[in-house]
């Protein structure tokens, strides 16, 4: 089936630094969504983008959809403590499909 | 308005057992989806109900199933509980399109011991 390999793992930051993480897909999306969890809570929805090329903002985060749709990456400008979190990325695949597929998360420290 | 509902938050079950999970979606919210969360395999798709009906179920084996009523609340059963069921059990509810994304709830907490 498909399969989203999301990176890093884990990241370390510093309160102030900006942020970059990705995601790549074996097959193609035609969708792809950005999610954060907080501990204890269910994935938010950041951002989503629905068109190959297309460079998207919500505030601080900014999320681009690559031009082979098998990839996405969001950035996160000035970290500040309440980003702290897991990130997921997920891709739907199209028609027909009534699943999105989920990375396996981003976990962000960010250190004061 | 209110969000995503699910209920109870936390399950302690044994194994042999079964168990039944309950979402209440957003109001207006047609399609309901299920996903179970674990450290090792991430957030994998169970099921999602749209208007009573299962459009698409993911590849989990029989002990797992749902239902959705026609007020739009659905539920999940497992049956024959198993040490590898302990997860959180997270409910999506979306208007109808999943490419608009969903609104997760906080998820129900199973162990299974």
């Known amino acids: 089936g498909q399969q989203l390999n999301q990176s890093p793992q884990s990241m370390f930051i510093q309160e102030g630094e900006d942020v970059s993480m990705n995601c790549t897909s074996s097959s193609i999306f035609n969708t792809w969504l950005w999610y954060k969890q907080d501990p204890g809570e269910g994935p938010v929805l950041l951002i989503a983008?629905?068109?190959?090329?297309e460079l998207t903002s919500n505030g601080r985060l900014t999320a681009q959809f690559g031009i082979t749709r098998k990839d996405s990456f969001l950035n996160i400008s000035a970290s500040i403590p309440s980003d702290v979190g897991i990130y997921f990325c997920?891709?739907?695949?199209?028609?027909?499909?009534?699943?999105?597929?989920f990375g396996k998360g981003t976990k962000l420290s960010v250190i004061p | 308005k209110a969000g995503v509902t699910q209920t109870p938050r936390y399950l302690i079950k044994t194994r042999g057992q079964q168990v039944t999970l309950s979402c209440s979606p957003i109001?207006?919210?047609?399609?309901v989806s299920w996903y179970q969360q674990t450290p090792g395999q991430g957030l994998q798709f169970l099921f999602e109900y749209f208007s009573e009906t299962q459009r698409n179920k993911g590849n989990f084996p029989g002990r797992f199933s749902g239902r959705q009523f026609s007020n739009s609340r659905s539920e999940m059963n497992v049956s024959t509980l198993e040490l590898g069921d302990s997860a959180l059990y997270l409910c999506a509810s979306s208007p109808g399109q999943v490419i608009y994304g969903y609104t997760f709830g906080s998820g129900t907490r199973l162990t299974v011991v």
């Open positions: 109001s207006g919210h047609r399609s």
């Open positions: 997920a891709g739907h695949s199209g028609a027909g499909s009534y699943q999105l597929t």
């Open positions: 983008l629905y068109k190959a090329g």
